[in-house]
């Protein structure tokens, strides 16, 4: 079974599982797919962490598709510009390209299939044309004075820009992937080749080149070339590295360590446990606790997370340390941002979290890609797959979005811009510097059963992909809701602490929450605090899931919201 945020790259997931590939083979398929039909959201030159499960031996791994920070780029060099921030757009927040990398190392690792099969829907669809989603149309047109006087490589793919539903083809893209597609030797040989041509081969050069010779409007208001060189892709291998977790609903519940943000799901799945929460608790006492929780957690990871050797993440994710949290929640919102100390560690937040200029008065319209021009939402794709044999991969490829960073002249795709979620201010375990992983948003996510059943889950959205998914799994796993049901029910999420992605705003108490919830859960909350925005009944949250159930049964499920995300099997 295959769910994720489009249907055709479900469909084409389905069919590599019903012409004998595994899982993973059908992950690698799909997620090339996406790249193709949700420009917006993702792209080849994006990121990709991956997280799956092997059924014949019960290994569950992670492989690291973020990209890390050029070798130029330091924080002097961006003060050296007048920048405190580093651009939300434009080469000079480019990093390592991941995605590829990583989908290539899954399908060496644990795939079956041949790379010109995985490749081959991808590039049928760049070269054919698919029906491009309202989303990516309005996005483009929302851009498209941008692309034309300024990104001219964009406006050759995305010029004039195309009306909803209609055929949309990436000629650049096409030709790129059937290059890298065309390599001869064992399957084995045939990855590997394609890899090189990517990170030392045309795709480096035609980065190397781009990045360093051709300066390019960003979100500063100015032109800048970048830092990122041939030599960062050609040092740069996806990794595979082990989950971290906890228990909880006498389940196991798997996420990236602290290089990305999912421990802050674990941390608050492990407060709302020692608080003893239900999923049948009032509503207003259960979104208030949720939130509250939320804000800790997050708390947490703005002073402790990032790709640092020295996080102190087996405290965080301790019981004891959750029931300490715990008991800070309290009857009305807390203002402010309360990090915990960790080892009798002092805490330590980005002095600019203080900046006036970062708070905004309203609680809605924040996503991943910001650009000069604010483009219809957009963020992130996610896919879950589940095989006949128990294998399960949940990924969420991100970056490279169409809005965000030029095309490369000639390749059909867009860099990440993922070195924004850095911060330009020493000594933080999120500060930039040559050759470290941003602190991704990006949290793919694995539930296991002491049986061997459980299920692959995540969403998009940002600072949001591990709050959407706390409700979706109290409802899941303590409510007995099925996985469509706990997903199609209404959701919520915070936004007091501040963004990950330029320019990091964030509204003070704020919550946004589907009017599905009721009028008395938005008046309730509103009474004790929280700075309540209404988005509507259908708004939040892009979630999907596939698993296996006790009884053997193949399980899946994908988001209603946006009428695009699909579940298929058989």
């Not at 790379?115 to 989603?133: C, N, S, T």
């Not at 405290?315 to 915990?340: F, I, Q």
């Not at 809701?481 to 602490?497: K, R």
């Not at 919201?561 to 579940?567: F, I, K």
Request: proline residues 7%; hydrophobic residues 40%.
């Amino acid at each position: 079974m295959v769910a994720s945020t489009h249907w055709l790259a479900s469909g084409v997931g389905m069919r590599m599982l019903e012409s004998g590939g595994n899982a993973f083979d059908a992950a690698v398929a799909a997620g090339f797919t996406l790249t193709v039909v949700e420009p917006h959201m993702n792209g080849l030159g994006g990121d990709a962490p991956l997280l799956g499960h092997r059924a014949s031996d019960g290994h569950t791994f992670v492989i690291c598709g973020q990209g890390t920070a050029p070798a130029l780029a330091t924080i002097d060099s961006f003060h050296d510009l007048g920048l405190d921030l580093v651009p939300g757009t434009g080469h000079l927040a480019a990093v390592v390209p991941g995605a590829f990398g990583a989908w290539l190392d899954l399908l060496a690792r644990y795939g079956t299939l041949p790379l010109a099969d995985v490749l081959a829907p991808a590039i049928g669809y760049a070269r054919d044309g698919y029906p491009i989603v309202p989303d990516a149309a309005h996005t483009i047109s929302a851009v498209a004075d941008l692309f034309a006087d300024h990104w001219t490589s964009s406006a050759e793919i995305y010029l004039p820009a195309p009306s909803p539903g209609s055929r949309f083809t990436n000629p650049q893209l096409a030709e790129t992937l059937s290059r890298l597609a065309d390599q001869k030797g064992t399957r084995e040989q045939q990855i590997e080749a394609a890899r090189r041509a990517f990170y030392e081969g045309f795709v480096a050069e035609a980065v190397d080149s781009f990045v360093s010779g051709t300066p390019v409007l960003d979100s500063s208001g100015r032109l800048h070339a970048g830092f990122l060189r041939g030599s960062d892709l050609a040092g740069w291998r996806a990794t595979e590295e082990p989950t971290v977790s906890v228990r909880f609903a006498d389940r196991t519940i798997h996420k990236t360590a602290a290089w990305g943000q999912g421990p802050v799901l674990l941390q608050q799945l492990a407060m709302l446990d020692a608080l003893g929460v239900t999923a049948d608790a009032d509503p207003v006492d259960l979104v208030h606790t949720v939130v509250e929780v939320a804000k800790l957690a997050f708390a947490d990871r703005e002073a402790w997370y990032g790709d640092v050797p020295d996080v102190p993440l087996a405290t965080l994710l301790s019981s004891s340390y959750a029931a300490g949290r715990a008991g800070l929640v309290g009857a009305t919102a807390a203002e402010g941002l309360l990090p915990g100390s960790p080892d009798g560690r002092t805490p330590r937040l980005a002095a600019s979290l203080w900046d006036s200029s970062h708070v905004v008065t309203s609680a809605f319209g924040v996503g991943e890609p910001v650009t000069t021009v604010r483009p219809a939402s957009g963020d992130t794709c996610h896919l879950d797959v589940v095989d006949r044999w128990g294998n399960r991969i949940s990924a969420t490829p991100s970056g490279g979005w169409l809005q965000s960073s030029p095309a490369v002249p000639g390749l059909g795709f867009s860099l990440p811009t993922r070195a924004q979620m850095f911060w330009l201010e020493p000594g933080l375990p999120a500060s930039l510097a040559p050759g470290r992983r941003p602190r991704t948003t990006l949290s793919p996510g694995m539930v296991l059963d002491d049986d061997g059943s459980g299920l692959a889950f995540g969403t998009p959205g940002g600072d949001q992909q591990d709050q959407w998914t706390v409700p979706f799994l109290l409802r899941h796993l303590l409510g007995g809701y099925d996985l469509q049901a706990a997903i199609d029910a209404p959701t919520w999420h915070s936004t007091h602490v501040p963004s990950s992605f330029y320019p990091r705003t964030h509204s003070p108490r704020g919550v946004v929450v589907e009017s599905r919830l009721g009028a008395h859960v938005l008046t309730g909350l509103a009474g004790r605090g929280h700075a309540v925005h209404d988005a509507g009944p259908w708004a939040a949250g892009r979630l999907s899931a596939a698993g296996t159930r006790a009884d053997g049964l193949l399980v899946a499920a994908a988001n209603p919201r946006g009428m695009q995300g699909y579940a298929v099997g058989r």
